[in-house]
């Protein structure tokens, strides 16, 4: 894909991309934290929503606040905030997910001293009528907040507009799953791996034009290359910001036909409600997109989901990455494993960091894993 420098490049330097944004366009930047963020209405106060990334070494001044036994993600990212790394934010919103991110919360208000602080507070059960009305008002109040910290007003048109913006958006990023899980060698899994990071970076007007190149490039290629015999897996697990593993995969032979990941289908999976006002419709999709473990909707939909999609997309087996010291995660780990038992898929479980060990080991479990296939 033609459009995939840009792509790659801002997969790679986030915070350079969105500081060189702000010169370009002297627009606002509003940090962000996990898939629960509803971004629709950041972008919709005219500001762009960045999706903040942990550095992945030398992690000194966040040690003052955090145990070692947090996971990198939050650990890496009070780190560039401490540091001054993220002074160009203008302000951060966090939702109230996994005990990590609402504990960083905490310490960043008490301690960074540029940029908003917004918590919006989520309900942790989601599938009942009282959430439902709760998770309403916490996006009408998040609204509010937002307007006042940006000193904007965020009318009902630009909500609806960017809910259009979105819809659009999310449309092409599965077209390039679709695409993918039908012929995996149309595209590598590094390249879906900076489309899926640079979707929740870029200007989103940008990115819909550079997807809408891509797409249409990938379906002229559809027919091109028969995809050459490769062990068809499932990603899953609770890496927020996991490191690129695809080329690991795919030199020992598999390939990577969809995912159930915060930084994967979580991005576009879910359809706003349809409802008059924006903000019930957009509430919406937060409240039925499929959860992640940090929230509750029943207690087996997690697993019932991680079969369907095996089936759905004719895989041979599941990965499970997990990121070292994610509890919410490592909770959900035994009741997945014991559903795909049950269900005779097999499965592995790779305990990971934002650090990759040395390559060799690795790789040397996916090849033992994709030959078992
Ligand atoms: S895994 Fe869950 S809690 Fe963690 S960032 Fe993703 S959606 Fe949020
Ligand atoms: S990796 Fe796990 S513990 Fe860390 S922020 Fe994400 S969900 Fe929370």
New binding site residues.
């Given amino acids: 894909m033609k459009s995939m420098d840009k792509i790659r490049e801002a997969a790679r330097d986030p915070y350079g991309y969105a500081e060189s944004y702000k010169t370009r366009t002297h627009k606002k930047v509003v940090g962000y934290f996990c898939s629960y963020a509803p971004e629709e209405i950041i972008w919709a106060a005219g500001a762009l929503p960045l999706r903040i990334f942990s550095r992945k070494s030398g992690i000194h001044l966040a040690d003052r606040h955090l145990q070692s036994y947090c ?1 990198s ?2 650990r890496g990212v009070l780190e560039d905030a401490l540091s001054g790394t993220l002074k160009f934010l203008d302000g951060v919103v966090f939702p109230h997910t ?1 005990d ?2 609402q504990r960083l919360s905490d310490i960043w208000r008490l301690n960074v001293p540029y940029g908003f602080h917004i918590d919006v507070v989520l309900p942790v059960k989601l599938n009942t009528d009282s959430a439902r009305a709760y998770m309403i008002d916490v996006f009408r109040a998040f609204r509010t907040d937002l307007e006042k910290k940006l000193d904007v007003r965020i009318t009902d048109d630009a909500l609806k507009a960017s809910m259009g913006l979105y819809n659009e958006l999310r449309s092409l990023l599965g077209q390039i799953y679709e695409m993918r899980a039908q012929n995996p060698e149309i595209i590598s899994g590094s390249d879906v791996y900076s489309i899926m990071k640079a979707a929740m970076i870029m200007d989103r007007r940008e990115m819909l034009t550079l997807l809408n190149e891509g797409v249409l490039e990938l379906k002229q290629k559809k027919s091109a290359g028969a995809a050459a015999g490769r062990k068809r897996v499932i990603l899953s697990g ?3 910001d996991f490191p690129d593993v695809y080329p690991m995969i795919e030199e020992a032979g598999g390939a990577v036909v969809w995912d159930d990941l915060c930084m994967g289908t979580r991005t576009f999976a879910g359809d706003f409600a349809t409802k008059a006002d924006p903000v019930e419709a957009i509430a919406g999709r937060y409240l039925d997109r499929i959860v992640c473990p ?1 929230k509750h909707s029943g207690l087996t939909n997690r697993a019932d989901h991680l079969v369907k999609i095996v089936r759905e997309r004719d895989a041979q087996g599941v990965i499970i990455l997990l ?1 070292k010291f ?4 490592a909770f959900d780990y035994p009741h997945l494993k014991n559903t795909l038992e049950k269900e005779g898929i097999p499965n592995l479980l790779l305990e990971v960091e934002d650090q990759l060990p040395p390559d060799g080991q690795l790789r040397t479990r996916f090849e033992a894993f994709l030959e078992m296939l």
């Fill in positions: 996971c993600l939050v996994c990590s991110i609770g890496i927020c940090a990121l994610c509890d919410p995660h």
